[in-house]
């Protein structure tokens, strides 16, 4: 317990905490906590930066107050974009490279948020400023992913870093093939989390992100609607008048319209999730089926009747998922600009001054 509460921080504290008072906490949270958390994988470290950009953690975390004390439904948009982009490839800022076929264009990437995406850019610039060509985007992402739980009530936790950029994407049928859909049971979404080396419990605690953000009718008319006739069908595990609401919400099999994931706290991290799915009242099959399938259900409980369990799990978790598939040392590049990979450094073998610029650039 002890342990915990040196890497917690509260809601009021996050929120409240001018950006110049982010050194001293994090210095207080990193001392000893590390010791308390698994050992990164190879090629991440907890002081990755602390000679080459030292100041790159309060820089972000500088950012994302101005940007979620604006907007604090941004938290979501940032979460969300970390684990789209951990799971297909590995956190290697994939997800961000803007291409006519790159990842943003498959099917589940179309709902990220176009401000996440500003938001990793304008943070980039930013660390550039202060330290060029050092700090990935892939780093950026898992940072700000971090700050906005953090921030919006969640657990702060220390994070391993030394994360490099993919030079590729992955093409749609890779993402669809990593990322679970929302009519998913448990069966199906332990064939997505178990290869990547997630658990029950990691799975049950990750989808905790849904305490926070946004859905649309579309990821869930299947519990609303008949999806060949387009007749209303209420799914038997809905609570009937969030059922109704729901129908409020989405009037048709075909509505365009988003709500809210999490009924009760819609902007704070916290443990409601649990709460909603012991009283049928989240919106995803996903979801739903935690509380539903017995090999899950308990988790669900413990989750629900312990916010600060839910909280230390969750942060275990997403050190798990942050580090899945990571290029590290020499692998992929730091990115110049996160939206494209950096130009080509091959030369012509004609043109040797071309060969030494393109070496000394490449260093
Ligand atoms: C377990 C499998 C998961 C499924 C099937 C799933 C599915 C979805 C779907 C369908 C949406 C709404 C998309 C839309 O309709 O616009 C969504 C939103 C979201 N998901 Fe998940 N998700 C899963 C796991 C996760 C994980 C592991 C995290 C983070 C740790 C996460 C964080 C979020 C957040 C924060 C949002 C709200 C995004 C926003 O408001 O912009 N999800 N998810």
Excluded at 242 to 254: D, Q, R
Excluded at 275 to 287: E, G, Y
Excluded at 299 to 315: K, P
């Amino acid at each position: 317990m002890r342990d915990r509460r040196m890497y917690y921080i509260s809601k009021k504290k996050a929120i409240m905490t001018p950006a110049t008072v982010f050194v001293s906490i994090f210095v207080i949270v990193y001392g000893s906590a590390v010791n308390a958390l698994p050992t990164p994988v190879a090629g991440l470290s907890w002081t990755f930066y602390n000679t080459t950009c030292p100041s790159v953690e309060s820089i972000v975390w500088q950012r994302m107050e101005v940007y979620l004390s604006a907007d604090i439904t941004q938290a979501a948009g940032l979460l969300r974009l970390h684990f789209h982009d951990c799971f297909v490839q590995g956190c290697d800022g994939s997800v961000l490279l803007n291409s006519t076929s790159g990842e943003q264009t498959a099917a589940p990437n179309l709902s990220l948020r176009a401000q996440a995406l500003k938001i990793i850019n304008d943070i980039k610039q930013n660390v550039e400023a202060a330290c060029s060509g050092i700090v990935s985007c892939a780093d950026i992402v898992a940072l700000a992913a971090r700050d906005s739980v953090a921030i919006a009530g969640g657990p702060f936790y220390p994070l391993p870093l030394g994360r490099r950029d993919s030079l590729t994407f992955a093409n749609q049928s890779t993402v669809l093939a990593n990322l679970p859909g929302p009519t998913s049971n448990v069966t199906e979404l332990i064939s997505f989390f178990d290869p990547k080396g997630l658990n029950l419990t990691d799975l049950v605690a990750l989808s905790g992100g849904h305490t926070i953000g946004r859905g649309n009718c579309s990821s869930f008319d299947n519990r609303l609607y008949n999806s060949t006739t387009g007749a209303q069908m209420q799914d038997a595990t809905l609570d009937q008048s969030f059922a109704k609401n729901l129908y409020l919400t989405c009037p048709t099999s075909t509505t365009v319209n988003t709500t809210n994931l999490d009924i009760l706290t819609p902007n704070l991290f916290d443990n409601k999730y649990y709460v909603n799915l012991l009283n049928k009242k989240t919106l995803f099959t996903s979801d739903q089926s935690f509380y539903t399938d017995t090999r899950t259900q308990n988790i669900v409980i413990n989750f629900e009747a312990n916010q600060s369990l839910f909280f230390h799990q969750f942060l275990l978790s997403m050190l798990k998922m942050g580090q899945l598939d990571v290029l590290t040392g020499s692998q992929g590049e730091i990115r110049n600009n996160c939206w494209a990979s950096n130009p080509s450094r091959s030369y012509s073998i004609l043109d040797p001054e071309a060969s030494q610029e393109s070496a000394s650039y490449s260093m």
